[in-house]
């Protein structure tokens, strides 16, 4: 595995690689790997011939506020899980090359990046649909692979890549899982103990509204009721929202409708903020 | 010269052309071609080996009450002169398939696409960087060329470039004038013989700031001043902004600074809206 962190070298690189013929997939980062990380590079492996995972923190996804300096970070842990999951290239660029001195220029999904987390982070999505548009253009892949765990960033960078007719297919992997559901996030080192046994309620929540849906409930009102009696009961410090969208346009529905709906969680645990969604299949 | 519509079709072709070892150079336009734009057509000629000329009246930089409408459009002739002056591909995309319904995703560059042109048309700048970085991602170049007599623009474009990566050499070409110093524009069909005759005033304006600036004149309130007075006597409807900036950063100044300046103006006669600009040495 080569390491690179100068973006002349790693747009060179990506340029040769695609002269040569030869398919690239990228997995953008930040690093801290974690086994939902390592099924996406390993999901790139299997469509493309050279995989390149990058790993930058990128400053302009997060708020005043939020968790930017205390975001955790461990290069060399990631060196080892990237390369055993099958990364050829890992770029590691730096905050002052990315975003020099004056940088002002911005990729924005307008309507879908102000609704769900982009109310509760109004500039985060503006952060992410920059720094991977900059991404796509230095690593040059003809594949780029996401995690299902952010879903509305899935849809909006998807959108992004269409609208701007970026030349790289977009594949969204599914959420990895611990054994009692809790989707796998790098945040989750953030928690105690206890947060971390009542965090188990956002998968407990999904899978509510997944049987009450099967089961014949198609009212939002009677759903959303029903997930904040059990959020409520594992004593969260917030419920940012329990929402269910229409997958293919992201629009917030009041009755769930054939053939699916995405239900999506944003729940804060002390200091932590968690999000969790699933895809339901409607009868 | 083929021409292509189809946005998917381009960028296949494009790929296969720079599978192929080829360099592409890319002349984005409005079409209405004048000599102005086959200037720019040569020198991507003598740079690259395949030569794309686009024609795209491009509706979002046009503001409400612009002339999108009744902007001049003659594909035929267009087809003749870009062939005439060494295009291989014309890109004449479709605004349905430019921008489908729902289009929502805007590349900014903010604080310069605000000042000069932009204050008197807000969303121009953030129409143009949109529709340059979707041409740019369909047609691939590795240059691509604009002209001077949009400075602003061509700034504005360099910066977008630089900051999100992409892999697209620009190149600025020199400002193309008719006999008596007027810019050729597209838009100077809309000028009524007297009309046409006043709007010299712009080029003998920069004329008298370049000759004021070589006798030792620093000021800009003063050369704004002698300025003023010449383009009154033309007549015109408005005088939208005589500026100077450094043309580096393209920040106005108020004193003329070695080693150069940039001049710029935009002055209305009748419904008729014209630009210029010089760059002039300091001593």
Do not use: C, W
């Amino acid at each position: 595995m080569k390491i690179i962190s100068s973006i002349h070298e790693m747009q060179v690189e990506a340029e040769h690689i695609r002269l040569s013929g030869k398919r690239i997939g990228v997995v953008p980062t930040m690093g801290y790997l974690h086994r939902g990380h390592t099924s996406l590079i390993e999901m790139a492996r299997k469509q493309s011939d050279v995989v390149v995972t990058t790993i930058f923190v990128n400053p302009t996804q997060f708020g005043p506020g939020e968790d930017f300096d205390r975001y955790p970070r461990d290069l060399d842990r990631d060196r080892v899980l990237a390369e055993d999951a099958g990364t050829d290239y890992l770029f590691t660029p730096s905050t002052a090359e990315m975003y020099p001195a004056g940088f002002a220029t911005f990729v924005t999904v307008e309507g879908v990046s102000e609704i769900l987390e982009g109310k509760f982070r109004p500039t985060h999505f503006r952060g992410v649909t920059t720094v991977v548009m900059k991404l796509l253009l230095i690593t040059k892949p003809h594949i780029a692979v996401f995690g299902q765990k952010d879903a509305q960033q899935a849809f909006i960078l998807r959108k992004m890549v269409r609208e701007l007719n970026v030349d790289t297919e977009i594949i969204v992997a599914p959420i990895v899982r611990e054994h009692d559901g809790l989707a796998l996030s790098s945040r989750n080192v953030y928690l105690s103990q206890d947060e971390r046994r009542r965090a188990t309620s956002l998968y407990q929540s999904l899978q509510l509204a997944s049987a009450r849906i099967q089961s014949g409930d198609r009212s939002v009102d009677s759903l959303r009721k029903e997930i904040m009696n059990l959020l409520k009961a594992a004593q969260p410090l917030q419920v940012d929202y329990v929402a269910f969208v229409d997958p293919t346009s992201f629009r917030e529905v009041d009755l769930v409708a054939p053939p699916q709906v995405l239900a999506l969680l944003a729940v804060r645990f002390g200091a932590t903020r968690l999000i969790d969604n699933m895809l339901i299949s409607v009868p």
